[in-house]
């Protein structure tokens, strides 16, 4: 099988997105944007970048430049498994870029998702994010809090009475650790896998297809330099 991995373009990586992840967009933030091909042919994007947070390090003592988050796994159909390509793509965001020591990553429960590709690639699983707050707008359009507010904040959308509130369930959290410090001071944090919601079982099973993704993994990362703008 020939299976290719390296940089992608912006342009390749919003393709991605917009087409083959649930989301629809790309990461608004620096990112890495390591592309996939098979058979010389362009089948997705596995996006690394900074989160939606600054502090995604702190809680393990990293620092911003040893710490990233799996952001995006945009695929359309192929052959080679998801847990080899983001293997494969794990080690060479690592040769690339040696000074990264731990990737983060989360699954969403609001989308069906446990965890699975993360489970079968041995990431360490330290339980769930809390829950989040959401404002959607008359045009359907969806708002972090940290985005919009019931009260007029800087810098924030102002919420009217038109729009909804929604409370969205916590995230399960995975930690991928790219070296054996890390993996000693983040094993201890390892708790059971979770296993996937019977409804979202009996959706799997009346689907040919399943949407991947993380949320929504410094000088370290190259970001916005060699990993094609």
């Given at each position: 099988m020939s299976l290719k991995i390296d940089w992608a373009t912006h342009e390749a990586s919003k393709y991605a997105c917009k087409n083959w992840h649930y989301s629809k967009c790309i990461p608004m933030s620096k990112l890495v944007k390591i592309g996939v091909?098979?058979?010389?042919?362009?089948?997705?994007?596995l996006i690394f970048s900074h989160g939606a947070t600054q502090h995604l390090g702190k809680p393990y003592g990293l620092s911003m430049t040893e710490c990233c988050e799996l952001t995006r796994i945009a695929l359309t159909k192929h052959h080679a498994s998801v847990s080899r390509i983001l293997s494969i793509s794990m080690r060479f965001l690592k040769k690339s870029n040696p000074g990264i020591r731990l990737i983060v990553s989360f699954a969403d429960q609001t989308r069906g998702h446990h965890g699975g590709i993360y489970q079968a690639?041995?990431?360490?699983?330290t339980g769930q994010t809390s829950s989040k707050k959401f404002f959607r707008d008359p045009n359907g359009k969806l708002w972090h809090s940290r985005r919009a507010s019931l009260k007029p904040c800087r810098g924030k959308k102002l919420v009217s009475n038109k729009w909804k509130i929604e409370i969205q369930k916590p995230k399960h959290r995975y930690l991928m650790p790219l070296d054996?410090?890390?993996?000693?001071?983040i094993e201890p944090l390892r708790k059971p896998y979770p296993k996937r919601a019977?409804?979202?079982e009996a959706s799997?099973?009346?689907?040919?297809?399943?949407?991947?993704?993380?949320?929504?993994?410094?000088?370290?990362?190259?970001l916005g330099g060699t990993n094609g703008g």
């Open positions: 091909w098979e058979f010389d042919k362009f089948i997705g994007v690639t041995n990431w360490i699983y054996k410090e890390i993996q000693k001071q019977p409804e979202a799997m099973r009346l689907s040919s297809t399943e949407e991947i993704g993380g949320s929504s993994p410094t000088s370290a990362l190259h």
